[in-house]
């Protein structure tokens, strides 16, 4: 039987002359390294190969400020505000807030909460931070603090992240998609403004008083012709997208509408409706105050784009001198009071506002467009003449539905003598909508405008037996349906 060999175990003293040699051969091999790699060297070899072999990442980070030194961040707050749209339905954290004048509550997403958002199929992660004010000894680039030391204020930002491929698109497109849909929101929230132009009490270039415009004529409540109000809401759409047309063009950014009929058919119910439709504040020229052509222009200076400036009663409300400058108009009810050309506003409205305004609406009414200097009238200047006229059957149908509250079918046979009395009487939207509020019951509110129509029938016919066939000044020989002619 063959005999098995072991090999023999070390001897501790074997074991410990082995370690020894080993250990010497390391200093040894260490000093070498050291004396031919100095420790700079070695520091910098480290540093590049970290830097050449560090993963790279997939993904860009697209930082939003709140603010750009001093100045507010615009990219910010429409990030900010196109994110209110994008929240989690089931977010465990929201932000509240609202100012004074605010009259609705924000809804913000808050700190560290991520929204995944996707364009055009690009998923998209943003994110908000909010870092506390620090405050450290030694040097930064953040302020000093009273105790010394430096202080770094709070700092906020908005993070976008994606897929570093998509990098064009998302700053070509997807960026200006979120400034839009903010400037929208924007206009949503924004509370119309009336602001009344006036050269006394208020220094050398006079003032403006403001208040929220609380009126609530829109469109829906207006009650006029289908076709003229579509015809309206489609001019101020066109004119409103037309930024690059009138610039190519070479012409102000400027659109001027004369509202023309009789007092109570809604020319300042439009002017309203049209403010609440575009978001424009209202400017409202007291022209009677105005000393001359300097006062006039430098209350202009004071208006802001997106405004509509607004001249009522543009025949009576000032002397307007002919515009050969021969003397005032000789109209029975001008006022007596300070004088300037016509040819001054008119040369406000084309010279001032084509080099220093943009998207103006200028509008000025009256009661008797036939007294207007045909200057005035010449397309360029007017663009718009819309005449507000009495009352149509269509236009009732819009006053009973939104006084009423009621659905103008079912009370088809109700409203057929109604109706048939507006056909063959002149009577003004103010006077029927004056007499709808009388009362809460819808049956007695009829009853009343049908005796009221009645009435005024009767008391028309009489007047129209005296006069013959009327005299010129009466609006009533107006054509009966609101038009509009550009
Ligand atoms: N077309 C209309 N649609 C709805 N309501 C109207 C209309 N016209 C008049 N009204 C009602 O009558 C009131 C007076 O109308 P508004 O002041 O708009 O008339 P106006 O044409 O400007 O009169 P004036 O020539 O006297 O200035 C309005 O507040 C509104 O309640
Ligand atoms: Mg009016």
């Known amino acids: ?205 006079g003032h403006k008083e403001s208040v929220n415009l609380d009126h609530p004529s829109t469109f829906d409540t207006l009650a006029m012709d289908p076709i003229v109000k579509k015809a309206i809401i489609d001019d101020l759409d066109l004119f409103v997208k037309r930024r690059e047309f009138y610039k190519k063009v070479g012409k102000a950014w400027k659109r001027g509408y004369l509202l023309y009929g009789p007092p109570g058919t809604g020319k300042s119910s439009l002017i309203a409706a049209i403010a609440n439709y575009l978001k424009f504040d209202i400017y409202d020229l007291l022209l009677a105050n105005v000393g001359g052509d300097s006062s006039l222009k430098k209350l202009m200076l004071k208006t802001t784009n997106r405004s509509i400036l607004v001249i009522e009663d543009i025949d009576c409300s000032i002397q307007l001198p002919d515009r050969k400058g021969v003397g005032p108009s000789k109209f029975p009810d001008v006022k007596s009071g300070p004088m300037f050309s016509l040819s001054g506003l008119l040369n406000f409205i084309d010279g001032l506002w084509s080099c220093c305004g943009d998207e103006r609406i200028i509008i000025f009414t009256t009661n008797h467009k036939e007294r207007l200097d045909p200057a005035l009238l010449r397309p360029g200047r007017m663009d718009v003449h819309i005449h507000m006229s009495y009352l149509t059957v269509d236009g009732f149908e819009t006053l009973a539905t939104n006084y009423l509250n009621i659905d103008i079918h079912a009370y088809h046979w109700r409203l057929r003598e109604i109706k048939e009395l507006i056909k063959c009487k002149k009577v003004t939207p103010a006077e029927v909508a004056e007499d709808l509020i009388k009362s809460e019951d819808v049956e007695v509110v009829l009853e009343g405008l049908v005796k009221f129509l009645k009435r005024k029938k009767m008391d028309d016919d009489d007047d129209e037996t005296k006069d013959g066939e009327g005299n010129e000044e009466d609006e009533v020989r107006e054509p009966k349906r609101a038009k509009i002619m550009s």
């Open 1 to 205: 039987m063959a005999s098995r060999t072991f090999p023999e175990m070390p001897t501790p003293s074997s074991l410990l002359s082995a370690y020894a040699s080993i250990s010497t051969s390391i200093m040894l091999f260490r000093t070498m390294f050291n004396q031919l790699f100095p420790r700079e060297l070695r520091r910098y070899a480290v540093d590049a190969v970290r830097f050449y072999w560090k993963p790279k990442s997939s993904k860009l980070t697209l930082v939003f400020d709140d603010k750009d030194g001093l100045t507010p961040n615009h990219m910010f707050d429409a990030a900010e505000a196109f994110l209110c749209t994008r929240i989690n339905p089931d977010s465990d954290r929201l932000r509240i807030t609202k100012s004074v004048k605010e009259t609705h509550i924000n809804i913000k997403f808050a700190e560290s909460d991520e929204i995944v958002d996707s364009f055009d199929g690009i998923p998209v992660t943003w994110r908000y931070v909010r870092q506390q004010p620090q405050h450290r000894t030694g040097d930064g680039d953040g302020g000093k603090s009273i105790s010394g030391g430096v202080f770094s204020p709070e700092r906020k930002y908005i993070e976008l992240k994606f897929d570093k491929r998509y990098k064009e698109i998302i700053i070509s497109s997807y960026l200006p998609s979120i400034v839009k849909t903010s400037q929208e929101l924007e206009n949503k929230k924004k509370i119309v403004k009336l602001l009344n132009l006036q050269s006394y009490g208020g220094g050398p270039g």
